[in-house]
């Protein structure tokens, strides 16, 4: 399990949902300070915690967590689904937003592949 990938997934997942660091941290029950430990892989959540963070953004534990021993396939195929699911909603400003930001996270994440 490694815990900079899963914090880097918390945040990608965050970002995407237009959330702050404050606000997921509320919606987890958990400190702002706590998330920015796991989210950077720092820290190493409680499954209690994992499950309050994974519900409150709306992401499966299994992607969460074992997202690292996919193949690069597909985790190409899953940023296209969700590129295309994105594209579908976008109507209005807030949903362009959330696109935009989602799609800086998901090239900087790319980036540091490389």
């Known amino acids: ?32 300070g706590y998330l920015s430990g796991i989210e950077s892989g720092n820290k190493v959540a409680s499954l ?31 940023y296209i689904d969700e590129f295309k699911i994105m594209l579908k909603e976008i109507d209005d400003k807030d949903k362009i937003e959330r696109f935009v930001n989602y799609a800086k996270a998901l090239s900087q994440e790319i980036a540091k592949e490389k």
Do not use: C, P
């Open 1 to 32: 399990m490694n815990l900079k990938e899963i914090g880097r997934r918390i945040a990608n997942q965050r970002k995407l949902k237009g959330m702050t660091q404050e606000m997921l941290a509320e919606k987890a029950e958990i400190s702002v």
């Open 48 to 78: 209690k915690n994992m499950l309050n963070i994974a519900n409150a953004l709306e992401m499966s534990l299994d992607f969460m967590l074992l997202n690292d021993i996919e193949t690069e396939n597909i985790k190409k195929d899953k």
